[in-house]
């Protein structure tokens, strides 16, 4: 399936598109939740670690609360309006990323065909040569978050005929895919694949958003999430041999039930219980770094694997300097991911403004 880049960052030595809601407004729980996953999905790219995913499935995360902010959107708004303003939102920093990106690839002397019409609007994987695919393959993330946005609007309008029913069937395709019908290894079968592993959590975020959790008892939530974790990781261990690996990445079915459980219980401590993260207010640094996240979510998403790859040739120059070798760790995979971060930053500071002025803003370095 499409999904993180498979493996760390190779050793040093040897070489808010979601959001629509007004400040006052945000729910500075769920804000948290997307900042720690935008972490996760960084830290899994510089060290490749594969039970990242077991303690916290970002993706399954992220698309559980792009799914609740959809169903608001769609509550307050006609269908064609909430999908353009999405797309608004989501393409310009796309576009931005990509004249970098497929720029540098085509200077290589990479030859696209047809297929470039993806760098556009990314239906499907948009296409790249080896050299560069470090750095695009994380699109898959925005290609199913866009087909996500187009079919929302039917997937609400289902939803709601029976909420609970339809929730649970949303596990169906992922069961279907994986036991009955094999996709074909292509753009189709792997965009496929990637709906299917996350249309629960999409789905999910509908019930948060309507008010259907808060009306489920917990033994009715916490059992079957519960069961559903069991499940997705008796799968992912159980077919350890079959598939090379335990990363969740690589196993869509464990990843689809891990996913549904684990962002379930979230989901549901924020409707049933309350949990709230009001008090980060308190903590001014540390709420004006969820508040950056949030409102940078899309660049940073984009733009942190290229600074990953990028600080691998910075910190191969450090090792010129004797002593920049004698006192800094520059073996270190952690060293990496600290470069990483500061060059995260430069291009948030350089590019994040494009996501102002998707959102019909006024453009700033920072929010």
């Known amino acids: ?76 708004r006609p269908a064609g309006v909430v999908v353009r303003s999405r797309l608004r939102r989501l393409l ?77 069937l949303s596990l169906a395709p992922i ?23 996350y249309l629960f959590c999409w789905m999910l975020g509908f019930a948060h958003r309507d008010g259907v959790l808060d009306r489920l008892k917990p033994v009715a939530v916490v059992v079957p999430s519960l069961a559903a974790l069991a499940c997705g990781a008796w799968y992912a261990f159980a077919h350890r041999a079959e598939y090379g690996t335990y990363d969740l990445d690589d196993i869509p079915f464990a990843q689809a039930l891990w996913s549904a459980g684990f962002v379930t219980l979230l989901m549901y401590s924020r409707a049933r219980l309350g949990v709230d993260f009001s008090g980060l207010a308190r ?3 540390l709420h004006r770094l969820v508040t950056v996240f949030n409102a940078r979510a899309v660049t940073l998403y984009l733009w942190h694997e290229l600074a990953l790859v990028l600080a691998v040739p910075l910190i ?31 291009f948030v500071l350089l590019f994040g403004w494009v996501e102002d002025v998707a959102a019909r803003k006024r453009a700033r370095l920072l929010p």
């Open 1 to 76: 399936m499409g999904a993180h880049s498979k493996g760390a960052v190779r050793a040093v030595h040897t070489v808010r598109a979601e959001g629509d809601a007004a400040p006052a407004a945000r729910d500075r729980y769920f804000d948290t939740l997307r900042a720690l996953a935008l972490v996760r999905v960084v830290a899994y790219h510089a060290f490749g670690w594969p039970w990242a995913g077991l303690v916290f499935p970002s993706m399954g995360v992220m698309f559980g609360l792009a799914g609740t902010l959809m169903a608001r959107s769609l509550r307050r």
């Open 92 to 168: 310009p920093p796309f576009w931005c990323w990509g004249l970098f990106v497929a720029g540098a690839m085509l200077v290589r002397g990479w030859m696209p065909g047809w297929q470039l019409v993806y760098w556009v609007v990314p239906l499907g994987d948009p296409p790249g040569s080896a050299w560069g695919e470090q750095a695009w393959e994380i699109l898959w993330y925005l290609r199913t978050y866009l087909w996500f946005v187009l079919l929302s609007p039917l997937l609400l309008r289902l939803f709601r005929l029976a909420p609970v029913a339809v929730l649970l």
């Open 175 to 197: 069961a279907v895919l994986q036991f009955l019908w094999q996709p074909p290894d292509d753009r189709f079968g792997t965009g496929l694949l990637d709906l299917a592993t």
């Open 283 to 285: 903590l001014r640094r």
């Open 316 to 346: 191969d120059r450090l090792w010129d300097v004797p002593a920049f070798e004698a006192y800094l760790p520059l073996e270190s995979q952690w060293f990496l991911l600290g470069v990483g971060w500061v060059l995260i930053a430069v």
